[in-house]
């Protein structure tokens, strides 16, 4: 199974010494973190000498967790070795995921803002967030993801609203649909829904665009027909983009 961010993660290790096996540590930590967690994955009498053992550090975090093992023998003076061999120089890396939401998977903007929600919002081409909550204009008295309109005589933007990762590994089939109110449309605007079932961030250029959407022509909430995403059933770890 895949690591998944903030569960443990299981190893199986085999250690042996003819001096006997004394312990087993385990080293973790966040990628590119300066500091090492440990925990003693394994304690035992002088007399064993070979262990074949499933063991757990408590947790992981994306996208990656490295980890390196250390075992020391029972001898007296007592030696160390570790696994992979140049242990905290040179750590195992872990690819970890994120947990993916099951479907199916419904978004009001009603529990705070966006990035606490999960959803994503990054531009292309300039340093800012390109969506916003809005609590005053939902559809159904509710809350929306709102992006303001471009300024006139300038190119357009490539602004991105990015879902939670979404779980399509149970489904046969997938559909997804929503209410938008388009408003300052002009003849020159585009949007389109894009997908990424790897790396989240559009900038890793993982993301495939499903289908060029439609703009209005007025504005008023207006529920966008559903689109099937069922190539994609199957997948863990699904992205959806707004563009």
């Known amino acids: 199974e895949r690591p998944i961010e903030g569960y443990p993660l299981s190893v199986q290790v085999q250690v042996s010494d003819e001096d006997g096996v004394s312990q087993i540590i385990g080293y973790y930590r966040e990628l590119e973190s300066g500091y090492w967690n ?7 009498p002088e007399s064993d000498s070979l262990q074949d053992l499933e063991l757990e550090f408590p947790v992981t975090w994306a996208p990656g967790t490295e980890v390196y093992i250390k075992a020391t ?16 120089d040179e750590p195992l890396l872990v690819e970890v995921f994120p947990e993916s939401r099951p479907l199916p998977f419904t978004e009001d ?7 606490s929600l999960n959803w994503w919002s990054p531009s292309e081409g300039r340093d800012t967030f390109a969506f916003f909550r809005n609590t005053s204009n939902g559809n159904n008295e509710g809350a929306s993801a709102y992006h303001p309109s471009g300024s006139a005589g300038i190119e357009e933007v490539q602004d991105w609203l990015i ?4 779980d399509f590994s149970n489904q046969t089939g997938v559909m997804v649909g929503w209410w938008e109110d388009v408003r300052s449309a002009t003849p020159e605007s585009s949007h389109a829904l894009w997908i ?10 993982t993301y495939v665009e499903v289908e060029t959407l439609d703009v209005p022509s007025e504005s008023g909430w207006r529920r966008y027909r559903y689109i099937d995403l069922s190539p994609w059933a199957g997948e863990p770890l699904v992205y959806l983009g707004w563009r």
Request: glycine residues 12%; charged residues 20%; proline residues 14%.
């Open 163 to 166: 879902s939670p990762p979404l």
């Open 38 to 44: 440990q925990i003693l994955l394994w304690e035992g």
């Open 109 to 115: 903007f009603e529990g705070g803002e966006l990035l």
């Open 196 to 205: 990424s079932t790897d790396q989240r961030l559009p900038e890793a250029g």
């Open 73 to 88: 023998d029972a001898a007296s003076p007592s030696a160390s070795s570790f696994y992979p061999d140049r242990g905290p």
